[in-house]
């Protein structure tokens, strides 16, 4: 975590400060660690996706346990902090946030993972159509600027940069419409099965970027103290 | 949280570890409450789905801000048990623990939102036509026995009940899976929109059992100190 500071800290043990600190860089490495794992999971997930490639989707699966292994030290280097410094106000809001922002990146990873798995189900058809194409690259850009944006932040927080999450965030939900407005037009040629799909992938990039957002949350919070809304 | 204890704990002054025991307690039954409130969303979300209620479907939309508030409770009164009891071992364990099963319970509210806010979409059209009304009947009856389940859990522990969560898991999958089946057969006569708001729904249901399994291994965690594989 980078050295947030909100106001006056417990007054403390020199070498417990450099000890604490010592703790937060590496849950902070961690992190930024699992950021960069989950975009290139997302960016290979898209390539597997849109270009029925086999390889990519199994790489995907294959090393989602990666993410949740990162995720499982996050949460051990967390409960060791707090056990070994009892850290109180704004060091325990930090930490506890770190919980909740590894969680959202193992779920970030999951949500790739799924993408890949259905490009591998379908192969080697592609599970989606040339017409829905340009919406899926559209959704899987802004996530990737999304994911990217958060790895950028975990490592040099701003809470500036944090806020413009939203608003890529408000693309992907227009994507989305957008998707299912060609998926229900009267000249949609294809069957149930293309619309689920379809639908399902939309939910699976919408919801990646839902997590991105709570990340970014999670940061102003740190940085200013004051929660941002709940996203669901 | 129950009274569990997994090993000797820490040498503590009495009153301390009295008001450690009423913090868990408190803990304890903010989620038992969030536990009994997600799993009344869903019934009402799912009579709201199947009898195109519009009334279910609002009040629900309306109540799950309760369900983020007790979540909310939940971390406030979890740092600030950390923040004054410096918990350590087993019950660092326990309040970091309730951070998760909280988070679980708070998602399992916004799928029960999710689930009115299709039938709400749809009303006064039912937005599950008849073929798949005894499929999601199916999967709304397994939920509430699942959830049911968590807020017994969470006020009695009890390891072989916690493990029961993953094969009633097992059969809300398998539903999921009869009804894409349904929905895929050459035979179907409904379009896409009918389709797509089939299997988002039957994803909500998915999810919404996937976060109880969640619960359940927590608390398997709690009781025996094992952690229990990802569910993702």
Known sequence: MPPLRDGPTEPRDEDMREEFQADLNEVSRLMVTMAEAVREAMRK???????????????????????????????????????????????????????????????????????????????????????????????????DQMAESIANLLAKPDAELAAKLEHQDDEIDELERKLFKIMLDDDWPYGAETAIDGALLGRFYERYADHAVNVGEQLVYLITGEPVGDQS
């Open 45 to 143: 997930a898209t390539k597997a996706l849109l270009t029925a490639d086999l390889k990519a989707a199994e790489a995907v699966i294959e090393r989602d346990h990666e993410v949740d292994e990162l995720n499982s030290q996050v949460e051990a280097k967390v409960a060791d902090t707090i056990a070994r410094q009892a850290p109180v106000a704004s060091d325990l809001r930090m930490v506890i946030t770190a919980l909740h922002i590894s969680a959202d990146l193992e779920r970030m990873g999951d949500l790739a993972e799924h993408v890949a798995k259905t490009a591998k189900r379908r192969h080697p058809s592609p599970a989606v159509p040339a017409e829905l194409r340009p919406v899926f690259q559209g959704m899987a850009e802004v996530a």
